[in-house]
């Protein structure tokens, strides 16, 4: 099934290329364009060292999770192929765990490349804590990826999947730091930030690049996120 899964995702190679292409596109734009990004605080820090890669790491999983997972299953619901796979021995969880598995594999393809363009163009340093950095990528991002397959078990149909997405997507990008960095959130705002996956994995993600010690109530709340979601996503799971 992986093999055979991972051969139709490449086919629609457009949406691929969309999905590693776009973060880093926006690394570059805003990176070349934008003076303060590369310019160093009164503590020495570039925003482009500290904020940029895993910023733009969480628009490519959040769009991963959000968008490209969903439309897989939902499509095949749609057309009727989960449906003649109800027929045969394949349980949701195997189903589920391929497209997880696929997508984490095309966000860790997604996030290489961004941390190279940004040492490449920008001289940005490599992960402080590189094992830490990887452990806490593999384990943020199937977290957000089983948010996607709640999604993908909720949605009736192709048609319904990007609206619902959108809905999550883009909270999660502000919970997250993408457009308020959580250094600077009201108090309120941060301890709701603290508690939706993206908030926790981007700090988590920030503190291990910067070569610290992510906190482990934050590590606590991706792990929980991973086991609540991906526990709704096959309970939640139909075939059609």
Partial sequence: ??????????????????????PVALLLVLGLSIPFMTEANASGERPMDTQMPSMMTLLALLTLACNILPAVLTTYRERGVLRRM??????????LGVQLLINLVVGVVSAAILIS?????????????????????????????????????????????????????????????????????PDALRTVSDFSVAGPFAQALKDAWAGQSPELGHLAVVAAGLVIFGGLAVRLFRWE
């Avoid at 109800?86 to 189903?95: A, E, F, M």
């Fill in 1 to 22: 099934m992986l093999i055979v899964e991972t051969r139709l995702y490449l086919r629609d190679w457009p949406s691929l290329l969309f999905t590693i292409g776009l």
């Fill in 117 to 185: 363009a940004a040492a490449a163009v920008f001289g940005s340093p490599l992960p402080g804590q590189p094992v830490v950095f990887v452990l806490v990528f593999l384990l943020g991002s199937a977290a957000l990826l089983a948010i996607g397959l709640v999604i993908a078990a909720l949605a009736p149909n192709g048609k319904t999947a990007p609206g619902i997405g959108a809905v999550v997507m883009f909270p999660l990008m502000f919970l997250g730091g993408m457009w308020v960095p959580r250094d600077i959130m």
């Fill in 86 to 95: 109800s027929t045969t021995p394949v349980h949701p969880v195997r189903l």
